[in-house]
């Protein structure tokens, strides 16, 4: 796909179908379920009936990483308020960050968290839009827990709330290091859970520690290169070792979100038809053209326009289906993004 091609995956939405808030019941979000290769299919109903387009034998994998409260409110000897997101530690001590009003601060000044006083960061070199820390006290996720808050995504353009701290977590996330929540997995209750292991459906879990670049703007730069931001996943082997037996005998991957996909398809090796465990790092850029292998089915919610999230999803099914499916949720009133409502996508002979 050439570059200028980007304008087929834009689309307007009205303010008030963006999801700024989460459903009243995480399972009573609205889901769409299409065929993967077959003309249009579509059928409405909510997330809880999705067991109905499952069966016994198939394997879902979910991405069990937790958002990290990196989001943090720093202040000037001068009382001047900046706001970071910590995205990551480039070696001890040194945080790469994206800091508001960044062109205020100079080399050498030293802010400290507003919500304690008592972490002291010295700004560093700036590296395109990103401004580097150094902190003077040791920084950690629970630190995070102490002075940042929940980064709940931009486009809801509000602050975040205790509620957040709860909703834009899913039911089964364990380990801390995530700016995002993977939001597929967002509708699952335990409930959910429970009913998915008495029908015998595996639900297994691998980490993609989700980076700020899932909601960065794709430019020439990735097409010319076919390779996005960083990211870094964990396939424990208890799950590689599933995956390979459903991969052998003829049963369904169903993939929950985006970012586990992501993952899927760098760790699966199609020559052997199988998985490798361990972790990894993965650049992926899936587009229209490419072939995704690794998985039958995927569950997602719906993205920004002219993103590398919606790129993916017309990778995984037909680029015009998944245009098409997008026009129909917009015309019934689908509530969209990361608070959303979803989409199940299956191969078309077992929906």
């Not at 929540?181 to 699952?188: E, R, V, Y």
């Amino acid at each position: 796909m050439e570059f200028q091609d980007l304008s087929d995956f834009d689309f307007e939405l009205s303010e008030d179908q963006i999801a700024k808030f989460p459903a009243a019941k995480r399972d009573k979000s609205r889901l769409l379920v299409l065929g993967r290769t077959q003309d249009f299919l579509q059928e409405e109903t909510e997330f809880s009936e999705m067991l109905k387009y499952l069966q016994e034998g198939d394997v879902l994998v979910a991405n069990a990483t937790r958002v990290s409260k990196r989001r943090v409110f720093l202040t000037t000897k001068t009382g001047r308020r900046h706001e970071a997101m910590f995205l990551s530690e480039l070696e001890p001590g040194i945080w790469k960050t994206l800091t508001r009003n960044s062109k205020k601060l100079k080399l050498g000044d030293i802010v400290s968290d507003e919500a304690t006083g008592r972490f002291l960061f010295s700004v560093g070199r700036k590296e395109e839009e990103f401004t580097i820390f150094q902190s003077e006290t040791p920084l950690d996720e629970n630190s995070f827990e102490t002075i940042g808050r929940t980064p709940i995504p931009p486009y809801f353009k509000r602050e975040s709330t205790s509620e957040d701290d709860v909703r834009y977590q899913t039911v089964y996330s364990q380990n801390l290091g995530s700016v995002a929540a993977p939001t597929a997995g967002l509708h699952f209750t335990p409930e959910l859970l429970e009913e998915l292991k008495k029908r015998n459906i595996e639900f297994l879990k691998l980490e993609l520690k989700v980076g700020y670049g899932t909601f960065q703007s794709l430019n020439e730069d990735h097409f010319a290169n076919k390779k996005l931001h960083e990211e870094e996943f964990d396939l424990p082997l208890e799950t590689k070792n599933v995956l390979d037996f459903a991969k052998k005998n003829g049963k369904r991957i169903i993939s929950v979100g985006t970012t586990t996909l992501r993952a899927l398809e760098s760790a699966y090796d199609p020559n052997t038809n199988t998985f490798k465990s361990g972790e990894g790092k993965t650049r992926l850029f899936l587009q229209p053209e490419d072939s995704i292998l690794s998985c039958e089915g995927l569950i997602t919610n719906f993205h920004l326009p002219q993103s590398s999230l919606l790129l993916l999803v017309s990778a995984f099914a037909e680029k015009e289906k998944i245009l098409k499916a997008y026009k129909f949720a917009i015309k019934q009133n689908f509530r969209f993004f990361s608070y959303g409502d979803s989409m199940l996508i299956l191969d078309p002979e077992k929906v």
